[in-house]
């Protein structure tokens, strides 16, 4: 199967992106060389969503360790460190971001006794590794996911956990790619996702690229959809599941399980074990990212509201486990009570 979209190709010493922050208006494709520009990218949305996250800062990494080219192996690893407290700043959310750092300084820590142009060759595969074991994950996901789907389902899904948001075919849009190679009839309604609108951008732009049937609503449309009885499940990616099963997603999403679970419809999460934080206990411990007071005064630039008034924009909220019917994941479905089970170790 050929990737929907090519959201970060790695090209040696340089990292091609498809910056998102323009869809779908226009498909422009950046390249980055240095691990500030990725940085920068992260932060300014044009990479976005964990898997993709988590991959980009890795790379960022590897990117930062090519510069050194001397032979103390003390400074070599000191620059490592330094780039990694700087990467980890980007955004503190997705989980995978800081699972992608740790697995590269892990690789780095087991081989220091080689020199340092195997350990930055090291570092460069096991980055690559990351980005094909993505591509794989999403398709287990949305084998397991698809299990999920019967014909003639409505099902709604929030931000963009689709292939734009990872290397391969994306988390909750996968489970509908999956569905629909295997000849299911289904509708997606999409939540439009303000405040930067991952949904009415990107996920339309997904969706509407491979042939799925969907409709964009407003997020504030929901709870009259599922009134109506026209919303059959809930299914949406994550940033940080904790080892409780609370989990971290786009700001939203609380709301999205408080409705659903009025009206009993299961809500789903669909996420690779790289998004697990098998170290927190519940969710209150996550971090929430604060973003600019400008993504809700504006929208695309253009300023919506009075001059000189607040705005408080956190990016991600948390829902409760007891909300979540189920976590798809690579290795299987499990309800928040299995989490804890799961073994998961690189
Ligand atoms: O702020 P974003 O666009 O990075 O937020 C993305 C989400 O909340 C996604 O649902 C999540 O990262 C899962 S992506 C497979």
Redesign the pocket.
Known sequence: MDRIVKTLTWKKDELEILDQTLLPLEEKYITIKTIEEVWEAIRG?NI????A?GIASAFGLVLAAKTYKGKNKDKFFSIIDDNISYMKTARPT?YNLFYGLARLKKVADDNYSKNIPEIQNIMEKETVKMFDEDIKNCINIGEYGNTLIKDNMRILSH???GAL??TGF??ALSVFYSAKDHGKKFEVFVDETRP?L?GARLTTWELKKAGILHTLICDSTAAFLMQKEKIDMVI????RICSNGDTA??IGTYNLAVISAYHKIPLYIA?PLSTFDFSLKSGDQIPIEERPKEEVLEIGCIRITPQDIEAYNP??DVTPAKLIKGFITEKGIFSPKKISGIKYEF
């Not at 949406?236 to 940033?239: E, I």
């Open positions: 949305l976005r969503g964990a898997p996250i997705a931000c963009n956990a948001a990872t994306g988390t930067v991952q949406v990616g994550a940033d997603n786009k996420a990016a991600f």
